[in-house]
Protein backbone atom coordinates (compact mmCIF):
# COMPACT_ATOMS: atom_id res chain seq x y z
CA UNK A 1 0.00 0.00 0.00
CA UNK A 2 1.12 3.34 -1.11
CA UNK A 3 0.88 5.75 2.52
CA UNK A 4 1.84 8.80 0.52
CA UNK A 5 -0.64 8.74 -1.57
CA UNK A 6 -3.20 8.78 0.78
CA UNK A 7 -4.21 12.09 2.39
CA UNK A 8 -6.01 13.42 5.12
CA UNK A 9 -9.07 14.95 4.67
CA UNK A 10 -8.98 18.72 5.34
CA UNK A 11 -12.24 20.81 5.86
CA UNK A 12 -13.72 22.16 2.71
CA UNK A 13 -13.96 18.23 1.37
CA UNK A 14 -16.80 17.93 4.25
CA UNK A 15 -18.07 21.15 3.48
CA UNK A 16 -18.14 20.33 -0.26
CA UNK A 17 -19.53 16.80 0.02
CA UNK A 18 -22.14 18.21 2.19
CA UNK A 19 -23.50 20.69 -0.02
CA UNK A 20 -22.96 19.05 -2.91
CA UNK A 21 -23.99 15.57 -2.40
CA UNK A 22 -26.75 14.20 -3.52
CA UNK A 23 -26.14 10.50 -2.88
CA UNK A 24 -26.86 8.65 0.65
CA UNK A 25 -25.81 11.12 3.10
CA UNK A 26 -22.80 9.94 5.52
CA UNK A 27 -22.94 10.14 9.13
CA UNK A 28 -20.05 12.84 8.52
CA UNK A 29 -22.77 14.68 6.19
CA UNK A 30 -25.13 14.88 8.41
CA UNK A 31 -23.33 15.62 11.49
CA UNK A 32 -22.12 18.99 9.50
CA UNK A 33 -25.52 19.34 7.81
CA UNK A 34 -27.17 19.82 11.33
CA UNK A 35 -23.92 21.16 13.05
CA UNK A 36 -25.68 24.72 12.84
CA UNK A 37 -29.29 23.46 13.93
CA UNK A 38 -27.97 21.76 16.86
CA UNK A 39 -25.97 24.69 18.11
CA UNK A 40 -28.92 27.02 18.26
CA UNK A 41 -31.09 24.06 20.24
CA UNK A 42 -28.00 23.91 22.28
CA UNK A 43 -27.86 27.58 22.75
CA UNK A 44 -31.73 27.94 23.50
CA UNK A 45 -31.65 24.87 25.83
CA UNK A 46 -28.48 26.69 28.07
CA UNK A 47 -30.70 29.83 28.16
CA UNK A 48 -33.81 28.36 29.32
CA UNK A 49 -31.59 26.10 31.69
CA UNK A 50 -30.12 29.32 33.35
CA UNK A 51 -33.52 31.62 33.45
CA UNK A 52 -34.64 28.17 35.13
CA UNK A 53 -31.91 28.30 37.38
CA UNK A 54 -32.02 31.83 38.18
CA UNK A 55 -35.69 31.42 39.07
CA UNK A 56 -35.10 29.02 41.45
CA UNK A 57 -32.33 31.15 42.90
CA UNK A 58 -34.82 33.97 43.10
CA UNK A 59 -37.46 32.32 44.88
CA UNK A 60 -35.63 31.15 47.26
CA UNK A 61 -33.39 33.95 48.14
CA UNK A 62 -34.61 36.31 50.51
CA UNK A 63 -36.85 39.31 49.01
CA UNK A 64 -33.84 42.25 50.91
CA UNK A 65 -35.23 45.24 49.26
CA UNK A 66 -34.50 48.50 50.19
CA UNK A 67 -32.66 48.30 53.57
CA UNK A 68 -34.73 50.49 56.49
CA UNK A 69 -32.22 53.48 57.58
CA UNK A 70 -32.02 52.85 61.08
CA UNK A 71 -31.45 57.11 62.04
CA UNK A 72 -35.19 57.30 60.12
CA UNK A 73 -36.49 54.96 61.84
CA UNK A 74 -35.88 55.98 64.96
CA UNK A 75 -37.03 59.15 64.05
CA UNK A 76 -40.44 57.95 63.07
CA UNK A 77 -41.39 55.08 65.60
CA UNK A 78 -39.52 56.16 68.92
CA UNK A 79 -40.21 56.96 71.52
CA UNK A 80 -43.01 54.68 71.90
CA UNK A 81 -45.98 55.32 74.28
CA UNK A 82 -45.66 53.39 77.14
CA UNK A 83 -47.55 55.71 79.67
CA UNK A 84 -49.90 52.96 80.71
CA UNK A 85 -47.15 50.03 80.75
CA UNK A 86 -47.84 49.54 84.19
CA UNK A 87 -51.51 49.05 84.23
CA UNK A 88 -51.23 46.38 81.62
CA UNK A 89 -50.71 43.04 82.59
CA UNK A 90 -47.46 41.34 81.43
CA UNK A 91 -46.95 39.84 78.58
CA UNK A 92 -47.21 36.35 78.30
CA UNK A 93 -44.78 34.74 75.79
CA UNK A 94 -43.75 31.32 74.95
CA UNK A 95 -40.01 31.97 73.32
CA UNK A 96 -37.91 29.22 71.19
CA UNK A 97 -33.98 29.74 71.13
CA UNK A 98 -33.37 27.55 67.65
CA UNK A 99 -29.81 25.82 68.35
CA UNK A 100 -27.89 22.81 67.20
CA UNK A 101 -26.60 19.90 68.80
CA UNK A 102 -23.02 21.04 68.36
CA UNK A 103 -23.62 24.53 70.45
CA UNK A 104 -23.96 23.48 73.83
CA UNK A 105 -21.32 26.21 75.01
CA UNK A 106 -24.52 28.92 73.30
CA UNK A 107 -26.44 27.30 75.43
CA UNK A 108 -24.67 27.28 78.55
CA UNK A 109 -23.78 30.97 77.84
CA UNK A 110 -27.15 32.15 77.28
CA UNK A 111 -28.52 30.36 80.84
CA UNK A 112 -25.62 32.27 82.26
CA UNK A 113 -26.62 35.83 81.01
CA UNK A 114 -29.88 36.74 79.63
CA UNK A 115 -31.87 33.97 80.94
CA UNK A 116 -30.92 34.68 84.92
CA UNK A 117 -33.39 37.67 83.78
CA UNK A 118 -36.42 36.25 82.40
CA UNK A 119 -39.30 37.84 83.19
CA UNK A 120 -42.17 35.43 85.09
CA UNK A 121 -44.33 36.33 82.23
CA UNK A 122 -42.56 34.46 79.78
CA UNK A 123 -41.69 30.40 79.02
CA UNK A 124 -38.82 29.24 77.29
CA UNK A 125 -37.23 26.35 75.38
CA UNK A 126 -34.17 25.39 73.28
CA UNK A 127 -35.24 24.13 70.25
CA UNK A 128 -33.18 20.90 68.49
CA UNK A 129 -33.45 18.85 65.80
CA UNK A 130 -32.91 15.40 66.13
CA UNK A 131 -29.25 15.29 67.26
CA UNK A 132 -26.64 13.69 65.42
CA UNK A 133 -25.12 10.08 67.33
CA UNK A 134 -22.53 11.87 68.50
CA UNK A 135 -23.90 14.86 70.60
CA UNK A 136 -27.13 12.26 71.76
CA UNK A 137 -25.07 12.04 75.43
CA UNK A 138 -24.23 15.65 75.79
CA UNK A 139 -28.05 16.90 74.73
CA UNK A 140 -29.57 14.43 77.08
CA UNK A 141 -27.17 15.64 79.71
CA UNK A 142 -28.16 19.12 79.58
CA UNK A 143 -31.84 18.30 79.29
CA UNK A 144 -31.71 16.45 82.36
CA UNK A 145 -29.93 19.02 84.17
CA UNK A 146 -32.54 22.04 83.15
CA UNK A 147 -35.19 20.41 80.99
CA UNK A 148 -34.83 23.80 78.95
CA UNK A 149 -34.55 21.55 75.34
CA UNK A 150 -37.24 20.39 73.16
CA UNK A 151 -35.80 17.93 70.02
CA UNK A 152 -38.18 18.19 67.19
CA UNK A 153 -38.76 15.35 65.12
CA UNK A 154 -36.77 16.27 62.31
CA UNK A 155 -33.24 16.32 61.08
CA UNK A 156 -31.28 19.47 61.86
CA UNK A 157 -31.81 22.28 59.74
CA UNK A 158 -32.16 25.84 59.55
CA UNK A 159 -34.12 26.89 56.24
CA UNK A 160 -35.56 23.48 55.05
CA UNK A 161 -38.53 23.49 57.55
CA UNK A 162 -37.14 23.50 61.07
CA UNK A 163 -39.31 27.19 61.71
CA UNK A 164 -42.80 25.72 60.15
CA UNK A 165 -41.92 22.14 63.05
CA UNK A 166 -41.54 24.58 65.69
CA UNK A 167 -44.46 27.15 65.00
CA UNK A 168 -46.84 23.56 64.71
CA UNK A 169 -44.80 22.08 68.19
CA UNK A 170 -45.83 25.29 69.99
CA UNK A 171 -49.10 25.39 68.39
CA UNK A 172 -50.47 22.23 69.35
CA UNK A 173 -48.55 22.64 73.12
CA UNK A 174 -49.12 25.73 74.33
CA UNK A 175 -51.05 28.24 71.45
CA UNK A 176 -54.11 25.04 71.40
CA UNK A 177 -53.80 24.66 75.53
CA UNK A 178 -56.06 26.76 77.41
CA UNK A 179 -54.41 25.44 80.85
CA UNK A 180 -50.85 27.60 79.32
CA UNK A 181 -52.55 30.64 77.53
CA UNK A 182 -50.09 32.89 75.91
CA UNK A 183 -50.15 36.01 73.51
CA UNK A 184 -46.99 35.59 71.65
CA UNK A 185 -44.61 33.26 70.29
CA UNK A 186 -40.93 34.54 69.62
CA UNK A 187 -38.55 32.63 67.58
CA UNK A 188 -35.37 33.57 68.59
CA UNK A 189 -31.77 32.73 67.01
CA UNK A 190 -28.97 31.48 69.24
CA UNK A 191 -26.54 34.57 67.81
CA UNK A 192 -28.35 37.52 69.68
CA UNK A 193 -27.81 38.85 72.75
CA UNK A 194 -31.78 39.93 73.95
CA UNK A 195 -32.73 41.72 76.68
CA UNK A 196 -35.86 39.84 77.64
CA UNK A 197 -37.67 42.37 79.91
CA UNK A 198 -37.28 44.94 77.24
CA UNK A 199 -38.52 42.60 74.61
CA UNK A 200 -41.61 42.07 76.85
CA UNK A 201 -42.46 45.48 77.94
CA UNK A 202 -41.97 45.81 73.63
CA UNK A 203 -44.75 43.59 73.15
CA UNK A 204 -47.02 44.31 76.07
CA UNK A 205 -47.84 47.81 74.78
CA UNK A 206 -49.18 46.48 71.52
CA UNK A 207 -52.38 44.88 70.43
CA UNK A 208 -51.83 40.58 70.07
CA UNK A 209 -53.83 40.97 67.18
CA UNK A 210 -52.29 39.39 64.26
CA UNK A 211 -49.06 41.33 65.32
CA UNK A 212 -46.03 40.93 63.98
CA UNK A 213 -42.74 42.34 65.52
CA UNK A 214 -39.20 42.26 65.09
CA UNK A 215 -36.60 43.73 62.80
CA UNK A 216 -37.97 44.93 59.41
CA UNK A 217 -35.60 43.94 56.58
CA UNK A 218 -36.18 45.84 53.15
CA UNK A 219 -39.73 46.65 54.41
CA UNK A 220 -40.93 43.14 53.90
CA UNK A 221 -40.17 40.70 56.39
CA UNK A 222 -38.99 40.35 60.31
CA UNK A 223 -35.34 39.60 60.34
CA UNK A 224 -34.65 35.49 61.81
CA UNK A 225 -32.39 37.03 65.16
CA UNK A 226 -35.70 37.67 66.78
CA UNK A 227 -39.00 37.83 65.58
CA UNK A 228 -42.88 37.77 67.93
CA UNK A 229 -45.88 36.34 66.37
CA UNK A 230 -49.20 36.77 68.65
CA UNK A 231 -50.95 33.27 68.56
CA UNK A 232 -53.31 33.88 65.83
CA UNK A 233 -50.73 33.93 63.27
CA UNK A 234 -49.57 30.89 64.91
CA UNK A 235 -52.68 28.87 64.57
CA UNK A 236 -52.94 29.85 61.05
CA UNK A 237 -49.18 28.76 60.27
CA UNK A 238 -50.06 25.69 62.31
CA UNK A 239 -53.01 25.23 60.04
CA UNK A 240 -53.53 26.69 56.84
CA UNK A 241 -52.04 24.63 53.85
CA UNK A 242 -49.94 26.92 52.01
CA UNK A 243 -46.83 27.38 54.72
CA UNK A 244 -46.86 23.38 55.22
CA UNK A 245 -46.70 23.01 51.51
CA UNK A 246 -43.66 25.64 51.38
CA UNK A 247 -41.89 25.13 54.48
CA UNK A 248 -38.50 25.80 52.94
CA UNK A 249 -36.80 28.32 52.01
CA UNK A 250 -34.61 31.37 54.12
CA UNK A 251 -36.39 30.60 57.31
CA UNK A 252 -37.59 34.50 57.70
CA UNK A 253 -38.68 35.55 54.47
CA UNK A 254 -40.61 32.47 53.69
CA UNK A 255 -42.31 33.00 57.06
CA UNK A 256 -43.79 36.70 55.19
CA UNK A 257 -44.12 34.90 51.76
CA UNK A 258 -46.45 32.62 53.75
CA UNK A 259 -48.76 35.30 54.69
CA UNK A 260 -48.39 36.65 51.07
CA UNK A 261 -49.46 33.73 49.47
CA UNK A 262 -52.13 32.78 51.98
CA UNK A 263 -53.96 35.98 51.44
CA UNK A 264 -53.47 37.12 55.19
CA UNK A 265 -50.42 39.89 54.53
CA UNK A 266 -52.77 43.02 54.91
CA UNK A 267 -54.31 41.79 57.65
CA UNK A 268 -51.28 41.07 59.69
CA UNK A 269 -50.01 44.39 62.36
CA UNK A 270 -46.39 44.86 61.44
CA UNK A 271 -44.27 46.25 64.42
CA UNK A 272 -41.16 47.03 63.38
CA UNK A 273 -38.39 47.66 65.90
CA UNK A 274 -35.07 48.35 63.84
CA UNK A 275 -34.18 51.26 66.18
CA UNK A 276 -33.73 49.08 69.00
CA UNK A 277 -31.92 46.08 67.39
CA UNK A 278 -28.94 46.14 65.65
CA UNK A 279 -25.99 43.78 64.08
CA UNK A 280 -22.77 43.66 66.37
CA UNK A 281 -20.56 46.27 65.05
CA UNK A 282 -17.39 43.89 64.61
CA UNK A 283 -19.78 42.01 62.21
CA UNK A 284 -19.84 44.73 59.59
CA UNK A 285 -22.94 43.79 58.27
CA UNK A 286 -25.47 46.42 57.01
CA UNK A 287 -27.33 46.17 59.80
CA UNK A 288 -24.27 47.07 62.40
CA UNK A 289 -24.09 50.32 63.97
CA UNK A 290 -21.51 51.04 66.27
CA UNK A 291 -22.21 50.92 69.96
CA UNK A 292 -23.72 54.33 71.97
CA UNK A 293 -26.19 55.45 69.20
CA UNK A 294 -29.20 54.16 70.30
CA UNK A 295 -31.56 57.33 71.15
CA UNK A 296 -31.98 57.38 75.07
CA UNK A 297 -28.84 55.16 75.55
CA UNK A 298 -28.01 51.81 75.44
CA UNK A 299 -30.31 50.79 77.93
CA UNK A 300 -33.07 50.99 75.14
CA UNK A 301 -31.95 48.61 72.99
CA UNK A 302 -33.29 45.25 72.86
CA UNK A 303 -30.87 43.18 71.56
CA UNK A 304 -27.63 42.49 69.33
CA UNK A 305 -27.33 40.29 66.55
CA UNK A 306 -24.36 38.35 64.64
CA UNK A 307 -22.82 38.23 68.15
CA UNK A 308 -20.19 35.05 67.09
CA UNK A 309 -17.75 34.90 69.70
CA UNK A 310 -18.06 34.25 73.04
CA UNK A 311 -16.46 37.55 74.30
CA UNK A 312 -18.10 39.55 72.08
CA UNK A 313 -21.52 37.79 73.88
CA UNK A 314 -20.10 39.23 77.22
CA UNK A 315 -19.12 42.45 75.59
CA UNK A 316 -23.12 42.95 74.34
CA UNK A 317 -23.98 42.00 77.84
CA UNK A 318 -22.00 44.84 79.49
CA UNK A 319 -22.91 47.13 76.81
CA UNK A 320 -26.87 46.55 76.94
CA UNK A 321 -26.86 46.02 80.91
CA UNK A 322 -24.62 49.13 82.07
CA UNK A 323 -24.25 48.87 85.56
CA UNK A 324 -27.00 46.06 85.64
CA UNK A 325 -24.77 43.76 84.68
CA UNK A 326 -23.21 41.19 86.43
CA UNK A 327 -20.25 38.95 84.86
CA UNK A 328 -21.09 35.07 84.95
CA UNK A 329 -18.62 32.90 86.77
CA UNK A 330 -15.78 32.33 84.43
CA UNK A 331 -16.06 28.68 84.74
CA UNK A 332 -19.66 29.19 83.02
CA UNK A 333 -18.48 26.35 80.46
CA UNK A 334 -17.58 23.30 82.43
CA UNK A 335 -21.09 23.72 83.81
CA UNK A 336 -22.21 20.46 82.13
CA UNK A 337 -20.60 17.38 82.15
CA UNK A 338 -18.63 18.09 78.53
CA UNK A 339 -18.31 14.68 77.07
CA UNK A 340 -14.14 14.33 75.39
CA UNK A 341 -14.00 15.43 72.15
CA UNK A 342 -16.14 18.50 72.34
C1 LIG B 1 -49.43 58.30 75.96
O1 LIG B 1 -50.63 57.64 76.38
C2 LIG B 1 -51.32 58.31 77.42
C3 LIG B 1 -52.47 57.44 77.84
O2 LIG B 1 -53.17 56.96 76.74
C4 LIG B 1 -51.75 59.70 76.95
O3 LIG B 1 -52.41 60.37 78.00
C5 LIG B 1 -50.51 60.48 76.53
O4 LIG B 1 -50.91 61.73 75.97
C6 LIG B 1 -49.73 59.72 75.48
N1 LIG B 1 -48.46 60.40 75.20
C7 LIG B 1 -48.03 60.67 73.97
C8 LIG B 1 -46.74 61.35 73.85
O5 LIG B 1 -48.69 60.36 72.99
C1 LIG C 1 -50.88 21.97 78.44
O1 LIG C 1 -50.34 22.73 79.49
C2 LIG C 1 -50.19 22.01 80.70
C3 LIG C 1 -49.73 22.99 81.78
O2 LIG C 1 -48.62 23.76 81.36
C4 LIG C 1 -49.20 20.87 80.49
O3 LIG C 1 -49.05 20.12 81.65
C5 LIG C 1 -49.70 19.97 79.35
O4 LIG C 1 -48.74 18.98 79.06
C6 LIG C 1 -49.95 20.80 78.11
N1 LIG C 1 -50.56 19.99 77.07
C7 LIG C 1 -49.90 19.70 75.92
C8 LIG C 1 -50.64 18.91 74.90
O5 LIG C 1 -48.75 20.05 75.71
C1 LIG D 1 -29.92 55.12 80.17
O1 LIG D 1 -28.80 55.64 79.47
C2 LIG D 1 -28.80 57.04 79.33
C3 LIG D 1 -27.66 57.44 78.43
O2 LIG D 1 -26.55 56.62 78.57
C4 LIG D 1 -28.72 57.67 80.74
O3 LIG D 1 -28.75 59.08 80.64
C5 LIG D 1 -29.91 57.19 81.55
O4 LIG D 1 -29.82 57.65 82.87
C6 LIG D 1 -29.99 55.68 81.60
N1 LIG D 1 -31.22 55.25 82.22
C7 LIG D 1 -31.27 54.26 83.11
C8 LIG D 1 -32.61 53.96 83.67
O5 LIG D 1 -30.29 53.62 83.47
Excluded at 24 to 37: A, G, H
Excluded at 47 to 59: A, N
Aim: proline content about 6%; aromatic content about 12%; hydrophobic content about 35%.
Amino acid sequence: MDWKSLRLPRYSDYIYTSLSSTSRPTLKTLLLRYKFPAILIATVCLCLLTKLLFYVMMINSPNLGQPVAWEEHCARHRPKNYTLINSLEPTKIFMGILTKDDTVERRSLIRKTYLRNKPPSMTFKFILGRPRKQYRTIVETEQALYDDIVVLDIAENMNYGKTFAYLQWVNEHYVQNTSSPIDYVIKADDDAYIVLERLEEALRVIEPDHAYWGYLVGNTFMGGECYALSTDLVSWIATNPIPSRYRSGHEDSQLQKWFRWGGIDSSVSYHPENCLIYDDPESGTIYSRKFGLTPGGENQTILIHKVRAAERFLEAGRVLLGSQWQEPRLDVMSDIVTPTGL
